[in-house]
């Protein structure tokens, strides 16, 4: 099993930045890859970025290329979403989740066994 806790989030002004952190614990040596993907109210979860764990290969959701950088620290067992440039649109629960059996499907949420318990995001205009 794979432990997920998400940190970071909270109440800004749009065109502010925000850095959620996710650390990772419990069988994290298997992890494969993990992603951030984000709820809105009233709307489906949806994915924002993901990150390969041994190789950083790196994949953006539209919305988030450009503002948005995913990274990871592998010493640390955690994965990083800087969020610059933010907007009200940007509001929503922000969810880290790991692939922990190498399917590698990034931006669909079949693909990620494991999955934290979201942390708030909310930007004021």
């Known amino acids: 099993q794979v432990q997920l806790v998400e940190s970071g989030g909270g109440l800004v002004q749009a065109g502010a930045s925000l850095r959620l952190s996710c650390a990772a614990s419990g069988r994290s040596f298997s992890i494969y890859a993990m992603a951030w993907f984000r709820q809105a109210p009233g709307k489906e979860r949806e994915f924002v970025a993901a990150?390969?764990?041994?190789?950083?290969?790196?994949v953006y959701a539209d919305s988030a290329k450009g503002r948005f950088t995913v990274s990871r620290d592998n010493a640390k067992n955690t994965v990083y979403l800087q969020m610059n440039s933010l907007k009200a649109d940007d509001t929503a629960v922000y969810y880290c989740?790991?692939?922990?059996?190498?399917?590698?499907?990034?931006?669909?949420?079949?693909?990620?066994?494991?999955w934290g318990q979201g942390t708030q995001v909310t930007v004021s205009s």
């Open positions: 990150i390969g764990w041994t190789n950083g290969k790196t």
């Open positions: 989740a790991a692939d922990g059996d190498g399917d590698y499907m990034w931006w669909l949420e079949p693909g990620y066994e494991y």
